[in-house]
T-cell receptor, first 112, second 111 residues
Framework: AQSVTQLDSHVSVSEGTPVLLRCNYS??????LFWYVQHPNKGLQLLLK??????LVKGINGFEAEFKKSETSFHLTKPSAHMSDAAEYFC??????????FGKGTSLLVTP | DADVTQTPRNRITKTGKRIMLECSQT?????MYWYRQDPGLGLRLIYY???????NKGEISDGYSVSRQAQAKFSLSLESAIPNQTALYFC??????????FGPGTRLTVL
């Protein structure tokens, strides 16, 4: 089964600086990977997904992620953080064609 | 209007009570899912359904049951609630095998 590990439980950045949220996956084949975001007291929103079409995936709100097979990584980045980016971010792998396997989440804090 | 709705949004109940959480979707998807979220654990799959006649247990189904009343409706029941079922519960839907769309969640507290 595919699993994901989010390397940081909390990340703090200043507004306007780059964001890097790290995720490693464990799989013997190319997985389907996702990043979801959860704002306080909100449901989960899909940011982007990787399904082997392109290694650099662009998502909503200026986020992107790069699939690196050699490093088994799928890190999420954004060039310039905005206050509204403060939220919980989940790296997710698809198992068995239907089951989403969630990482434990990274809480992003954006300071003025 | 939201594509995936959940009722109630918040519920406080007592140990031993029967509770039903409801999920409705207007996306026309065949697949529906129930997850629970606990702090620091991400989301874990409770039950999933690929169509009205197909219901399957997920990773943590003990203590829960489900009913798929129609393509658009998928209910989660706790027959006898216990405190460690206090969590945030999410319903999700999908048509393709991969992308799932989540409801706003139900916060359940069992005293």
């Amino acid at each position: 089964a595919q699993s994901v590990t989010q390397l940081d439980s909390h990340v703090s950045v200043s507004e306007g600086t780059p964001v890097l949220l790290r995720c490693n996956y464990s799989s013997s084949y190319s997985p389907s990977l996702f990043w979801y975001v959860q704002h306080p007291n909100k449901g989960l929103q899909l940011l982007l997904k990787y399904t082997s079409a392109a290694t650099l995936v662009k998502g909503i709100n200026g986020f992107e992620a790069e699939f690196k097979k050699s490093e088994t990584s799928f890190h999420l980045t954004k060039p310039s953080a905005h206050m509204s980016d403060a939220a919980e971010y989940f790296c997710v792998a698809l198992n068995s064609g239907y089951a989403l396997n969630f990482g434990k989440g990274t809480s992003l804090l954006v300071t003025p | 209007d939201a594509d995936v709705t959940q009722t109630p949004r918040n519920r406080i109940t007592k140990t031993g009570k029967r509770i039903m959480l409801e999920c409705s979707q207007t996306k026309g998807h065949d697949r529906m899912y129930w997850y629970r979220q606990d702090p620091g654990l991400g989301l874990r799959l409770i039950y999933y359904s690929f169509d009205v006649k197909d219901i399957n247990k997920g990773e943590i189904s003990d203590g829960y049951s489900v009913s798929r009343q129609a393509q658009a409706k998928f209910s989660l029941s706790l027959e006898s609630a216990i405190p460690n079922q206090t969590a945030l519960y999410f319903c999700a839907t999908s048509d393709l095998p991969d992308t799932q769309y989540f409801g706003p969640g139900t916060r359940l507290t069992v005293l």
